[in-house]
């Protein structure tokens, strides 16, 4: 079991920066591979990044490719996403989640856990 709460959210410009943090208690973080998602209003949830349990390898979708950043942190049980170059259609309630499964899936329906979400929004 492990329970993800995070922080960081937030109003920004477009163009702005935000970081958005996610710590993890309970069972160590490191156990599991990590992941970001977010959801829009009137939208369904999407995947935003995933990084490997060691944080050797990430994965992200093309729409903020370039422009995010995730990170871990397995000493301090942290997950972080990193967000640059802001547009409003990032406007969105973010979500931290964990996965038991082996790789980095951008499944949600295999995320086991998951943090009660981080209003990140945009003005243009």
């Known amino acids: 079991q492990v329970q993800l709460v995070e922080s960081g959210g937030g109003l920004v410009q477009a163009g702005g920066s935000l970081r958005l943090s996610c710590a993890a208690s309970g069972r160590t973080s490191r156990t599991y591979v990590m992941g970001w998602f977010r959801q829009a209003p009137g939208k369904e949830r999407e995947f935003v990044a995933a990084?490997?349990?060691?944080?050797?390898?990430?994965r992200y979708p093309d729409s903020v490719k370039g422009r995010f950043t995730i990170s871990r942190d397995n000493a301090k049980n942290t997950v972080s996403l990193q967000m640059n170059s802001l547009k409003p259609e990032d406007t969105a309630v973010y979500y931290c989640?964990?996965?038991?499964?082996?790789?980095?899936?951008?499944?949600?329906?295999?995320?086991?856990?998951w943090g009660q979400g981080t209003q990140v929004t945009v003005s243009s």
């Open positions: 989640a964990a996965t038991q499964y082996q790789y980095m899936t951008t499944v949600q329906s295999s995320y086991d856990y």
């Open positions: 990084i490997s349990r060691s944080g050797g390898s990430t």
